[in-house]
């Protein structure tokens, strides 16, 4: 058993990292062609980052593809807020016959730890009553959030997600939960 008391933020990056190193903490494996071992089709706009996370860690892309439930594709994987990964943001849309009817967001604590984490889904509009929420202490995600609406909403709809630490904040990212043209 490892006792560690972690003050600053700092400390907390390497006391994951250290550990991860050694195999005492892994990451959660919470979290679309069709990635053969996920089973989860990956976006034709996912980037190469997003498709290198999916061949590696397709447990995590399928399980979070799991929790924003059926016919959602990949579009976003990203590690937070770097290679230390405290945390990976996953983004799904899915489609319907005229479009993109929804997106979904799940954030994944990589942390091993219970931090604050807040995670909110904005579709392309300006009333901020449309957005989705989810915020809390979590140990393992914070999500699903969904938007659902026509394809203009859900083009460009922005996902941001937060996590602090000892009151600091480890990770604010706000980027693109669907492709944006």
Same mark, same amino acid.
């Given at each position: 058993?490892?006792?560690?008391?972690?003050?600053?933020?700092?400390?907390?990056?390497?006391?994951?990292?250290?550990?991860?190193?050694?195999?005492?903490?892994?990451?959660?494996?919470?979290?679309?062609?069709?990635?053969?071992?996920?089973?989860?089709?990956?976006?034709?706009?996912?980037?190469?980052?997003?498709?290198?996370?999916?061949?590696?860690?397709?447990?995590?892309?399928?399980?979070?593809? *799991?929790?924003?439930?059926?016919?959602?594709?990949?579009?976003?994987?990203?590690?937070?807020? *770097?290679?230390?990964?405290?945390?990976?943001?996953?983004?799904?849309?899915?489609?319907?016959?005229?479009?993109?009817?929804?997106?979904?967001?799940?954030?994944?604590?990589?942390?091993?730890?219970?931090?604050?984490?807040?995670?909110?889904?904005?579709?392309?509009?300006?009333?901020?009553?449309?957005?989705?929420?989810?915020?809390?202490?979590?140990?393992?995600?914070?999500?699903?959030?969904?938007?659902?609406?026509? *394809?203009?909403?859900?083009?460009?709809?922005?996902?941001?997600?937060?996590?602090?630490?000892?009151?600091?904040?480890?990770?604010?990212?706000?980027?693109?939960?669907?492709?944006? *043209?």
């Amino acid at each position: 058993m490892i006792n560690t008391i972690v003050k600053p933020a700092r400390s907390f990056f390497a006391t994951v990292a250290a550990l991860a190193l050694t195999g005492l903490i892994a990451p959660h494996a919470v979290a679309a062609d069709a990635n053969a071992e996920s089973g989860v089709r990956i976006s034709a706009q996912a980037k190469s980052e997003t498709r290198a996370i999916a061949a590696k860690d397709p447990q995590a892309v399928n399980s979070a593809a *799991n929790l924003c439930g059926s016919g959602y594709e990949l579009f976003t994987a990203e590690r937070l807020p *770097n290679a230390t990964r405290l945390g990976t943001l996953f983004t799904y849309t899915k489609s319907g016959s005229s479009g993109l009817t929804s997106s979904c967001a799940v954030f994944d604590n990589n942390s091993g730890s219970s931090v604050y984490m807040k995670l909110k889904l904005c579709p392309n509009s300006t009333d901020a009553k449309l957005c989705k929420t989810d915020e809390g202490t979590f140990s393992q995600y914070a999500g699903p959030v969904r938007v659902t609406g026509s *394809n203009a909403s859900i083009l460009c709809s922005k996902v941001t997600a937060i996590m602090k630490y000892e009151g600091g904040t480890v990770i604010n990212r706000v980027t693109y939960a669907a492709p944006c *043209n």
